[in-house]
């Protein structure tokens, strides 16, 4: 039984070694699912006809992609990350006003940050009930 029970070890330690991603790797398909509800929240905010959503969505989705990059190159220099981030914005800020008026345009950031209040706000609740649930008592098997 042990001798299993090591080759079962074994294998799942490998297999999850195997799934680990390098940073040069696109992110997880959950934080894709993530960006891309993002820009539906703020194409239905900005009110965007389906014309402008199709435009705007492969342009919104590269931009979280370069602002994510830019997070991991300078997360050790605040003030460089900042001018990075607004250098950023402005690029696009451009490239969305080719899509939807200006107004519009300057409130994508907005409702970005909006989006991403709610999320931290659902995370922390989520966390908080977790807390308080009943836990269940583990076996040995939920220790592998």
């Not at 894709?32 to 959503?53: C, D, F, P, S």
């Amino acid at each position: 039984m042990k001798k299993y029970l090591l080759i079962l070890f074994l294998f799942l330690t490998s297999a999850i070694s195997l799934m680990a991603q390098d940073d040069d790797q696109p992110e997880s398909e959950g934080a894709n699912k993530l960006q891309e509800r993002m820009a539906v929240y703020i194409q239905k905010k900005l009110g965007l006809t389906k014309a402008e959503a199709q435009k705007f969505s492969p342009i919104f989705l590269r931009y979280i992609v370069e602002l994510r990059r830019t997070h991991r190159e300078n997360k050790t220099d605040r003030p460089m990350l900042q001018l990075k981030v607004a250098e950023l914005r402005i690029r696009f800020r451009n490239e969305f006003k080719q899509i939807m008026d200006e107004q519009r345009a300057n409130k994508i950031y907005d409702y970005q940050r909006e989006f991403e209040l709610k999320v931290i706000d659902e995370i922390k609740q989520r966390r908080l009930e977790n807390r308080t649930a009943p836990r269940r008592q583990r076996s040995v098997i939920d220790g592998f």
